[in-house]
């Protein structure tokens, strides 16, 4: 149903002021729980607890409760909940929970609207977050969201995120869940929730006693054995003994004598075997016929909806209306009636016959949208009325899955599957369809269906015409490479196959088949391709398609040590992007052009270039592309020797991807740097994880993730001083460092050739090593122009040679080179080889060395080059910033300093991220590590601390 979230009996807003509320039994433990999580928030801190349980378990009950609890210690609370018809409602739950009460966040109709537009749903996550966290420096919150089986994708998402992202806030959550029933996102969402740390409630059968008390309660009077003997059948759910026993009350079948009740018959009462029958057959006509609309409608309704739709004066639904809230199957509330319970409607709407249950939903769809009703408010409703052959169903229905598909697209398949059934066989738009629902099935992750639907097209012989085959192949092509770049390839030879398809998408289909085999197939391949879709390209005049096929042509020249066609080619890519629709081309060339300025030594300028793009993207409220920026900001920051930052915008972009719905494809692709980072800083448990990441990545059956995932684990071999183990990871097959021209494409790193010679050397294969350096001095030489290469080479050799001159050449040729680890390391070299033959000599290289690690927090190397320091008879002390990296305030990187000092300053994170150029959910990464350093979970224990640290230094002047 369209308008405010269903009302809730038991969420402040109850049907009959003066009705007694029942005393709650047997959830004294649970209520316990939820209290102590108050008493958290009034500490300062915050928390979340996930009721689970069946219908009837008291959940809900158990909610209203801590809202009552919570007004009491003044907390101030915000409450919603899933409906079962609003799961096409994007973020419908967390807005009407943010815009409920007497005290609001925000006005959801303002931002209602917004949800409708591509990405908005990330914008508006950043405003909640924001709001939230600002509004709880003042009064500690309480989030109530009930039944989480039936939200929406995006408000499941926005509860993977927000509790996470507010922790060191005095923010609680409460949420609640049936224990069956969960969507596939809903079951990630509860778990993902227990992971993290949120406590785990589920509501089982009430105990004897429980069960006694609430008779009691009933019926006035203490109950005889009897009487406890019928209660069996309620399986110990509240609502259901409740429903027994006030039934045996009213139905006059028992006595009460001397405070004792006792049962004055054996049976059952009508009440309790058919509760809503028993009480429908006692309202008049019309309101039995009110309450049977009203189910079939949803949870809740307004009223002049129902006059309406039963096309009667509003004058004459009084007497029904009224009925229907004495009998205690409805309450109402500001023009709105909504069951007092989920049971009761449904119970009530499978009374109902099904044709004119859905003729009636169907003609509620239709008077809605005459009101102005967003399509996808009505969707599910639309989903469950629609016949066979309904074209304008069908239209509506495509309608609402394009707008849901940005921010919910598993939603979108559902709705755009349903459609697609009721399309005729033969409908020319069958095969445009087709492809929509493929596209929503895979971007919601149910790959297997997305795959099936598409083959089970192409093998319905007349289905899909050539070009609309084409068509589909291309775009599972674009979709599978997200997850399989092999299953990529696959589909794009198919699809460069079809015969008869139009010029154009076949150039399209060749240029991104060339970008997937350089990552799914051979370079020769990608090489041929390539110039294959370009001639084409251009003689289809698809600009689009040409900027692809050029990314794929230099990226096989730079496989292949051609550095100058490789800039060439990018650079190109660039100018012609400039002339078509950025959403045409699947790989951005400025990215790819920054990864280039990093592998040439200038990774501060790709530093800078990607917080631009970064920049450019939040101005102009592009999230996904906000995030691909960020995706490579955390590689060319490991680059440039800020690893601190490099770790925290890693982190961030993972959580920024969960608010993008994209974190399978971001875990990947960042797993890289985080384990580099771990290495580097000297981070065991971080080392271990990478060499699990890399054992996953090696099972891949890409041979470039496989490949890459090799190579990190040989690097966390060695960190832990397995030389041998390193080197069998990388057997010469793996074309790393064995030959200039390999068949495939690999993440080479020129920077990476001297750490693999070391490999090799101490593992005790010289022969390896030596054929690492004769490529190294190849590619230099093949590309003269380029300082890093040659300095790589002359490292990869001094390392080889022992070479302390050659070192030193190294350490030369790294002169104005933005890597600042890769010089540290050369140094490093220089003075470990001198140490031997001249200390005095060796002293500079090992002070810069120390100097350059230091600056980058590589403690690890720092620790190291301390040693060859004191063999050398140099005493030297860890830098101030260095000291004490593990715990406490000394303990802090400078990108925590700051962040901290601005957060207990009173800046929110958004104000934070304002002030730092980066994103509010790396400013998240870093509040969390320091607090994990400094021993807290709240903002007010960083207040205390920052004013005691500051109070000791100004005593200490």
């Known amino acids: 149903m369209s308008g405010p979230a269903p009302v809730r009996e038991g969420l402040g807003m109850p049907a009959d002021p003066c009705r007694a509320v029942p005393v709650l039994r047997g959830r004294e433990q649970e209520f316990a729980a939820l209290t102590g999580l108050l008493e958290d928030a009034e500490r300062g801190k915050g928390g979340l607890l996930l009721i689970e349980g069946a219908p009837g378990s008291g959940k809900t009950r158990l909610l209203e409760e801590a809202r009552l609890a919570a007004g009491r210690r003044g907390l101030r609370v915000f409450h919603g909940g899933g409906d079962p018809e609003g799961h096409t409602v994007a973020l419908g739950p967390i807005l009407q929970a943010f815009s409920s009460g007497s005290d609001p966040l925000f006005d959801a109709r303002q931002l209602s609207d917004a949800t409708q537009l591509p990405n908005q749903g990330f914008w508006i996550l950043q405003e909640i977050r924001e709001r939230l966290e600002r509004a709880a420096m003042a009064t500690p919150l309480v989030v109530l969201v009930d039944d989480v089986q039936w939200c929406d994708e995006t408000s499941l998402l926005a509860l993977r995120s927000l509790p996470e992202s507010l922790a060191g806030n005095p923010v609680v959550w409460l949420l609640a869940a049936r224990t069956a029933g969960l969507s596939g996102c809903a079951r990630t969402t509860v778990s993902r929730l227990a992971r993290e740390g949120g406590r785990r409630i589920r509501l089982g059968p009430l105990g004897g006693e429980a069960i006694r008390e609430l008779a009691r309660d009933a019926l006035g009077a203490v109950p005889d054995e009897a009487i406890l003997d019928l209660a069996s059948p309620a399986e ?97 509330v500001d023009g709105r009636v909504a069951f007092r319970h989920d049971l009761v409607r449904e119970a009530i709407a499978g009374l109902a016959p099904a044709p004119r249950r859905r003729w009636l939903q169907r003609r509620s769809v239709d008077l809605q949208l005459a009101r102005g009703v967003p399509v996808t408010d009505v969707a599910a409703m639309l989903c469950e009325s629609a016949e066979p052959g309904d074209r304008e169903a069908v239209t509506l229905l495509t309608h609402a899955a394009a707008e849901l598909a940005p921010r919910a697209p598993a939603a979108a398949a559902d709705l755009s599957a349903h459609a697609l059934r009721l399309l005729p066989e033969d409908d020319p738009a069958r095969p445009r369809m087709i492809a929509e629902t493929v596209s929503f099935l895979w971007l919601g992750g149910d790959h297997g269906r997305a795959l099936e639907l598409a083959e089970s097209a192409f093998r319905e012989p007349g289905a899909l015409d050539p070009e609309s085959e084409a068509r589909l192949r291309l775009d599972l092509a674009g979709l599978t490479s997200q997850q399989s770049f092999v299953e990529a390839v696959r589909q794009g030879r198919l699809g460069t196959a079809v015969e008869g398809a139009s010029t154009g998408l076949k150039a399209y289909s060749l240029a991104l088949l060339a970008l997937n085999l350089t990552r799914g197939g051979s370079l020769d391949d990608a090489h041929r391709t390539a110039l294959r879709a370009r001639a084409l390209a251009r003689s289809a005049g698809r600009t689009a398609a040409e900027v692809t096929a050029l990314i794929a042509e230099s990226i096989v020249a730079f496989a292949r040590a051609d550095w100058g066609r490789a800039r060439a080619a990018s650079d190109q890519a660039v100018l012609l992007a400039q002339e078509v629709d950025p959403a045409e081309i699947p790989y951005k060339p400025g990215m790819w052009r920054i990864y280039l300025l990093s592998s040439c030594g200038l990774a501060q300028q790709a530093v800078d270039e990607a917080d631009a793009g970064v920049r450019l993207a939040r101005r102009h409220g592009q999230a996904a592309s906000m995030h691909f920026w960020a995706m490579g900001r ?110 495939f494409c690999l993440p080479f790193d020129p920077t990476d050739q001297p750490v693999f010679v070391r490999i090799a050397l101490r593992a005790g294969d010289r022969q390896r090593a030596a054929q690492a350096v004769a490529v190294a001095r190849q590619r230099a030489e093949a590309n003269p122009e380029f300082a890093s290469l040659a300095a790589a080479a002359a490292h990869a050799r001094g390392l080889l040679e022992e070479d302390a001159e050659l070192l030193a050449e190294a350490v030369e040729l790294y002169r104005g080179s933005q890597r600042p680890i890769a010089v540290a390391s050369a140094c490093e070299d220089a003075g470990r080889v001198l140490l031997t033959t001249s200390p005095v000599r060796a002293a500079p290289y090992l002070e810069r060395a120390l100097r350059l690690y230091e600056e980058c927090g590589a ?99």
């Open 236 to 332: 110990g759910k509240p609502l259901l003994l409740r429903e027994l026993f006030e039934g045996l009350r009213d139905e006059g079948a028992v006595t009460v004598r001397s405070g004792r009740a006792r049962l004055t018959g054996t049976r059952t009462p009508k009440r309790f075997k058919e509760s809503i029958r028993y009480r429908l057959s006692h309202l008049s006509e019309t309101a039995r016929h009110f309450a049977e609309v009203a189910s079939v409608l949803g949870r809740s309704c307004s009223v002049d909806l129902m006059v309406e739709l039963l096309e009667v004066p509003l004058g004459s639904l009084v007497e029904p209306l009224q009925k229907v809230l004495a009998a205690e199957l409805m309450v109402e």
């Open 634 to 743: 955390a590689r060319f920051l490991l680059d440039a020797g800020r690893l601190e930052e490099a770790r925290a915008e890693a982190e961030g972009v993972v959580a920024m991807a969960e608010d993008l719905g994209s974190a399978d494809f971001t875990d990947t692709s960042v797993r890289y740097p985080v384990g580099l980072v771990a290495m580097h800083t000297g981070e065991r448990q971080g080392v271990r994880r990478a060499a699990r990441d890399a054992a996953e990545m090696m099972r891949d059956e890409s041979v470039f993730v496989s490949r890459f995932g090799a190579w990190l684990a040989a690097q966390a071999a060695e960190w832990e001083g397995d030389s041998r183990r390193a080197l069998e990871l990388m057997p010469p097959e793996t074309e790393f460092f064995d030959t200039v021209h390999p068949e």
């Open 859 to 957: 403690e690890w190397h720092a620790a190291r080059v301390r040693r060859h320091l004191a063999a050398a008879g140099s005493r030297t002390k860890p830098a101030a910033h260095a000291r004490n990296r593990s715990t406490g305030w000394a303990g802090l990187s400078r990108g925590e300093l700051q962040v901290v000092r601005l957060v207990a300053a009173g800046a929110t994170n958004r104000e934070v991220a304002e002030r730092l150029f980066v994103s509010p959910h790396t400013v998240n990464t870093y509040v969390r590590r320091s607090f994990k350093k400094l021993g807290i979970t709240s903002r007010i224990e960083l207040v205390k601390i920052a004013m005691e640290h500051d109070q000791e230094v100004a005593g200490a002047a």
